[in-house]
C-alpha cells in the first residue's frame, strides 16, 4: 500500500534552476527517506530525516519535515541534467520496519 | 557502502513455470529483507517482509501462494514468481537495512520479468 501522495507527478525544469518536490503521508512516522531512480533501475538512497528532525542538507540537496502537516519538501538547487530522473519519498511508520513509497515524481530537467 | 546484489537483472519466462529471483546482501548480515513491485512509470509496491528463519509476512492482497519467499541465511532470499502468468510481468526488487530502522535501506539493481 502506498503511504501518501507526492506532487507534482511530473516536473519540467531548466538547467540551473532549483526544483521542488513535496511529499504527504498518513501516519506517524520514524523516519522519512528520499530516494532517486534512474529508468528502470535500482534506487539510490538520497537523504534520511528522522521524526525529529527538521531540515537536511547534503550537497545540492534539501529536505524539510514538517510532523504536524505530515508532509516533506525535496529541493534541489542549481539543478543538472543528470538530475533527470523519478524521486520517491518512503516512511518507516512508528513501530514498523518496512519502507513504503509515495507515489513519486518524475523529473526532466532540459539542457 | 553496503551492497545488495539481485539475480537475475532480467528474466522471460514462458508462461506457467517457476521463476526465482535472489536477493544477497554482500557485505552485512540481514535478518529482514524486503521485496516490492514496480509496474511502468509507477512506484514501488511493497509485497512482502522476509525473515531470516521464519515466514514472511504478506502485505494485503499478495498471493503467499504465488510468490513463494525463502530466507534461509542472513545474506540471502529468494521470491519464487510459481506458474508465471503475463500479468506477473514487473519489476521487482528487493531491500535491506544494514543498521535499524532508522538508517538508509539498501537496494538491488532489480529484476525486470517478461512472461511470455
Known amino acids: 500500500s502506498q503511504q501518501g501522495e507526492e506532487d507534482p507527478q511530473a516536473l519540467s525544469i531548466q538547467e540551473g534552476e532549483n526544483a521542488t518536490m513535496n511529499c504527504s503521508y498518513k501516519?506517524?512516522?520514524?523516519?522519512l527517506q528520499w530516494y532517486r531512480q534512474n529508468s528502470g533501475r535500482g534506487l539510490v538512497h538520497l537523504i534520511l530525516?528522522?521524526?525529529?528532525?527538521r531540515e537536511k542538507h547534503s550537497g545540492r540537496l534539501r529536505v524539510t519535515l514538517d510532523t504536524s502537516k505530515k508532509s516533506s519538501s525535496l529541493l534541489i538547487t542549481a539543478s543538472r541534467a543528470a538530475d533527470t530522473a523519478s524521486y520517491f519519498c518512503?516512511?518507516?511508520?512508528?513501530?514498523?520496519?518496512?519502507?513504503?513509497f509515495g507515489q513519486g515524481t518524475r523529473l526532466t530537467i532540459n539542457p | 557502502g553496503a551492497v545488495v546484489s539481485q539475480h537475475p537483472s532480467w528474466v522471460i519466462c514462458k508462461s506457467g513455470t517457476s521463476v526465482k529471483i535472489e536477493c544477497r546482501s554482500l557485505?552485512?548480515?540481514?535478518?529482514?529483507m524486503f521485496w516490492y513491485r514496480q509496474f511502468p512509470k509507477q512506484s514501488l509496491m511493497l509485497m512482502a517482509t522476509?525473515?531470516?528463519?521464519?515466514?514472511?509476512?504478506?502485505e494485503q492482497g499478495v498471493e503467499k501462494d504465488k510468490f513463494l519467499i525463502n530466507h534461509a541465511s542472513l545474506t540471502l532470499s529468494t521470491l519464487t514468481v510459481t506458474s508465471a502468468h503475463p500479468e506477473d510481468s514487473s519489476f521487482y526488487i528487493c531491500?535491506?537495512?544494514?543498521?535499524?530502522?532508522?538508517?538508509?535501506?539498501?537496494f538491488g539493481q532489480g529484476t525486470r520479468l517478461t512472461v511470455v
Open positions: 501516519t506517524s512516522i520514524n523516519n
Open positions: 518512503a516512511t518507516v511508520n512508528q513501530g514498523a520496519q518496512k519502507l513504503v
Open positions: 557485505d552485512f548480515q540481514a535478518t529482514t
Open positions: 522476509s525473515n531470516e528463519g521464519s515466514k514472511a509476512t504478506y
Open positions: 530525516i528522522r521524526s525529529n528532525e
Open positions: 531491500s535491506a537495512y544494514q543498521g535499524g530502522v532508522n538508517t538508509e535501506a539498501f
